[in-house]
């Protein structure tokens, strides 16, 4: 079944300019697609328009189809109920779905709650699973940790498991690595291609680096200036770039994988 169909998406500033234009792409069950494209290509906004949430100001027309629901002027209580379950987000910065107020196990339990319907006990072991699920070495200390008392790959950890609570037949992740180290970096793409394998789940990855977003997806759309510009496989495109704009990108990955490979010489 279509997990996600978008036609013709075209999202304008509020001075009339067209950051996202006529983009279409569609997604099965646990299909795996990957939306690559340098800074400010409308990766982020074509995230924004899938779940409704469209910086103010934006128009957006054309058709999102979300799990069967058309997401382009749904009213906010449709989107409500399609939001974490047909899909959840995970942002390039955790801090973004993290209560800086609120201890990082009160905040796994909110979707647990909701979409589990778990109390007491229940729901306090149910926390401690999924951050244990999300490989946090000390899961007990960290549900009792505010978002500032952990590390950045521990709160992409939370917010990972905040996400994944939701059970979304959907996972958006919008660069989801590109504010950790290179080594917590790794790791959590890992863990990422681990549960989303294990969960079935489909999964939208964004991101800049063609070596990152490769690494796991098989399928590529390369978006420049809110276009699509090509998509393919990942093999199709990197040894057959069509567009200039991926052959552009395809040299830079090669590039730096050159220079990293003379330093490790
Ligand atoms: N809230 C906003 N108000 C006005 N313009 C915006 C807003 N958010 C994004 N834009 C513009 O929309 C275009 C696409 O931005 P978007 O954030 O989707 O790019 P991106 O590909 O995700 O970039 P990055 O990789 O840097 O996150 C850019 O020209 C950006 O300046």
Redesign the pocket.
């Given at each position: 079944m279509t997990l996600l169909e978008v036609d013709g998406l075209r999202?304008r500033?509020?001075d009339g300019r067209a950051?996202?234009d006529g983009l279409s792409f569609s997604l099965g069950e646990g299909d795996r697609l990957g939306l690559i494209?340098?800074?400010?290509?409308?990766?982020?906004?074509?995230?924004?328009a899938i779940i409704g949430l469209p910086?103010?100001?934006?128009k957006v027309s054309g058709s999102v189809v979300l799990d069967g629901v058309q997401v382009v002027g749904a009213p906010e209580r449709r989107l409500n109920r399609l939001r974490g379950r047909a899909a959840a987000v995970i942002f390039?910065e955790p801090l973004t779905a993290l209560d800086p107020l609120k201890r990082a196990g009160a905040q796994v339990a909110e979707p647990l709650r909701r979409r589990r319907r778990l109390r007491g006990a229940a729901l306090r072991h149910a926390v401690v699973d999924a951050l244990a699920e999300v490989r946090l070495a000390d899961p007990e200390r960290v549900a009792l940790a505010y978002p500032h008392e952990i590390s950045g790959g521990q709160r992409q950890r939370v917010a990972i498991a905040m996400a994944l609570a939701c059970e979304p037949a959907l996972l958006i992740a919008?660069?989801p690595t590109?504010a950790l180290d290179t080594t917590t970096q790794a790791e959590v793409l890992a863990l990422l291609d681990t549960l989303v394998g294990a969960s079935g789940m489909g999964l939208l990855f964004?991101g800049?680096d063609l070596g990152v977003v490769a690494g796991v997806t098989g399928r590529l759309l390369v978006?420049q200036d809110?276009r699509a510009v090509e998509s393919g496989t990942v093999g199709d495109i990197v040894h057959a770039p069509s567009h200039p704009h991926t052959r552009e990108l395809v040299e830079g990955t090669r590039r730096l994988h050159d220079a990293l490979g003379g330093i490790a010489r």
């Amino acid at each position: 079944m279509t997990l996600l169909e978008v036609d013709g998406l075209r999202v304008r500033a509020a001075d009339g300019r067209a950051l996202i234009d006529g983009l279409s792409f569609s997604l099965g069950e646990g299909d795996r697609l990957g939306l690559i494209g340098e800074s400010g290509s409308g990766k982020s906004l074509t995230a924004l328009a899938i779940i409704g949430l469209p910086p103010p100001g934006m128009k957006v027309s054309g058709s999102v189809v979300l799990d069967g629901v058309q997401v382009v002027g749904a009213p906010e209580r449709r989107l409500n109920r399609l939001r974490g379950r047909a899909a959840a987000v995970i942002f390039q910065e955790p801090l973004t779905a993290l209560d800086p107020l609120k201890r990082a196990g009160a905040q796994v339990a909110e979707p647990l709650r909701r979409r589990r319907r778990l109390r007491g006990a229940a729901l306090r072991h149910a926390v401690v699973d999924a951050l244990a699920e999300v490989r946090l070495a000390d899961p007990e200390r960290v549900a009792l940790a505010y978002p500032h008392e952990i590390s950045g790959g521990q709160r992409q950890r939370v917010a990972i498991a905040m996400a994944l609570a939701c059970e979304p037949a959907l996972l958006i992740a919008d660069e989801p690595t590109t504010a950790l180290d290179t080594t917590t970096q790794a790791e959590v793409l890992a863990l990422l291609d681990t549960l989303v394998g294990a969960s079935g789940m489909g999964l939208l990855f964004i991101g800049h680096d063609l070596g990152v977003v490769a690494g796991v997806t098989g399928r590529l759309l390369v978006l420049q200036d809110g276009r699509a510009v090509e998509s393919g496989t990942v093999g199709d495109i990197v040894h057959a770039p069509s567009h200039p704009h991926t052959r552009e990108l395809v040299e830079g990955t090669r590039r730096l994988h050159d220079a990293l490979g003379g330093i490790a010489r």
